[in-house]
């Protein structure tokens, strides 16, 4: 859809978080986009707001992310709070209880599909997660193509569906989004006793968002105007920080 065609959106008011539960997307969210998954960085500043948020909102905080639920908690210190990864397939409770789902196993012609990907095009990162796949062209874009063949000739040998990205091809569980995390985590205290805010830059996102409109919350959508079915906008990183920064001094 045409720029001119997309609806402008408000920014969001920082008093919107009262009463809400807040679900977070990360890369692109909360830290910068990096070259490679390995290289984000995460500031201390960022980790006690994460902290902050945690404890104004009564717990109703959740990370939800395509990364690894246990790279989630690494990079933010193994602090107690609750952590989506793998696009939902994987749960990690606050309270310690975890849930995730049987990881997708890989034949030998998978295998050489990927070998073959590496070979031709040694720029290209091919990441393995728990639950699937991510082929990041970010430093190869002319790879875009074979990333996306060999995506295909791997979805075709496997149950994994594709979850384009930014730079990137994903090869997911099928059924599992990040909308279904929203639904099963408002299901339960303490989050059931907010409206559900989701935040997040990426098409991944847009089931966060959906899901977050049906429960009565909305969608604030992080980075560049485009076709979204969230309310709310913020320009990037830097605003998305600042506003929850402003949404804590206010539930001072």
Known sequence: MPISEVRKLPLPPPDMLEQASLFLDFDGTLVEIAARPDAVVVENRLRDLIRLLYEHMQGRLAIVSGRAAGNIGALLDGMAITLVGSHGGELHWADGRRSIMEPPRYDGVTRAILQGLREHHPAVLVEEKPLGLALHFRQAPQAEVACHDAALQIAARTQLTLQ?????????????????????????????????????????????FRAAVKLGGCGVLVGALRDTIASYRLAGVDQTLRWLQDAIRIRA
């Open 164 to 208: 384009p990205g930014k730079m990137v091809i994903e090869l997911k569980m099928a059924g599992i989004d990040k909308g279904e995390a929203v639904r099963v985590l408002m299901a339960e205290a303490p989050m059931r006793d907010g409206r559900p805010v989701f935040v997040g830059d990426d098409q991944t996102d847009e089931a966060g």
